[in-house]
């Protein structure tokens, strides 16, 4: 079943775009022996899924970004003055992801999932756009480049996934690893590819592979930390909710916090990238809870089921405090507020008041429906981008 799951989050929440998340870069200072995140920038600054950046040189981030009801690759100069995006990918069948620069050339490669479910690796001609399939039999997920003809792929193979070393000259697809995740990153100052073990359900491992003897080695364990990042000095980053730990497995016996985030739209940091240097850290973040409650307020007040469904997730479930399941699943909320919002032609509310804590949204709301008013109290769960559970007092 876990592996099951591993399948869908890949192939239906990313492929999607359920979740709303930006990219955000920082500039990464060192000053009296500690580390702040400077010259916060949302660089995608979009309504749904943007994620998997990639630094394609010293001033240029690539990433996913969804547009027009599908995913393409989209690329920020952050020389630029001004907000804005180019496009290097333009796919009408279908939508790119985990974007890298090819070793030794311009283009770039990612993954394209086509409307007709094929998944393939292609390389993308940074002037023309147009693609070419670099790896034909194999459903490449998460891949990272070793050089120009080696590619450690983390790829979907019945349920589950597992890491291959795919030989682009000889055409061959080794696979050395089952059941990881989804990170996969050369290890700075060494030869060494570094991927997540989760042969262990309770605690998952980071592991080190050599793509040439295919010698794979413990580093440590990152507990269900998924995504992770290299400084250049070898020093491993982890996200935590709305921090990032750091560890170096060279000198250091535990993970010690590396940077807490104050700013209320950073949270649940997954993909992090850093540039060559060391100076700047691109991650991806999930929008504040509030805008989700928000969301859902707006449209309820137009009285537009579609608006008011859209933050929810789709087993969402509804209690009367503290504990009494009222109901479950989008479809039943969706039968229950139709003919509501239909035969209600007074109907809106208003804000009063507004606690937002980690995951956890309460409103407080004065409603008016058929002449009458009273008041609410809504408290909302908020998981993986979505109202997992909505609480009436």
Known sequence: MKKLLIL????????????????????????????????????????????????????????????????????????MNRPGLNYISETKNGGEYSPKRIPNSNDISAVRLDN?????????????????????NLKVAYPTWVDKNTVIAVAIVQDSLELFISDLKKKTNTSVAKMVGRSVHKIPNSNLVSFISKENEK???????????????????????????????????LSRGN????????????????????????????????DKTGTKIALVAEISPKYLAQEQLEGYNQRDIDAFLKPYAKDVKVYNFPNELRYEGLETMRKRYEGFFKNTQDLHCELTNRIVFKNT?????????????????????????????????
């Open 203 to 237: 605690y998952w491992l980071l592991k080190s592979l050599h793509p040439v003897t295919k010698e794979i080695k413990t580093i440590t364990s990152v507990g269900t930390s998924e995504d992770v990042a290299w400084l250049p000095n070898g020093t491993l980053l």
């Open 361 to 393: 949204v309460i409103d407080h709301e004065l409603v008016t429906a058929n002449g009458r008013q009273f008041k609410a109290v809504a408290i909302y769960k908020i998981k993986n981008g979505k109202i997992s559970s909505v609480t009436f007092m």
């Open 8 to 79: 869908i989050l890949f192939t239906t929440l990313v492929f999607n775009a359920q979740v709303n998340t930006e990219v955000y870069v920082f500039d990464i200072v060192e000053t009296a022996h500690k580390t702040t995140l400077q010259n916060e920038k949302n660089i995608s600054n979009n309504l749904g899924y943007d994620s998997q950046p990639y630094f394609y040189d010293a001033t240029t981030v690539i990433f996913s970004s969804a547009r027009n009801g599908k995913t393409d690759i989209a690329l920020y100069d952050l020389k």
């Open 243 to 274: 921090k990032i730990d750091q560890f170096n497995p060279q000198k250091d016996k535990k993970p010690s916090l590396f940077y807490s985030f104050s700013d209320g739209n950073i949270n649940n940091i997954s993909r992090m990238a850093i």
């Open 116 to 136: 007709d479910g094929l998944q393939r690796f292609y390389s993308y001609n940074f002037k023309t756009k147009e693609s070419t399939a670099l790896i034909a």
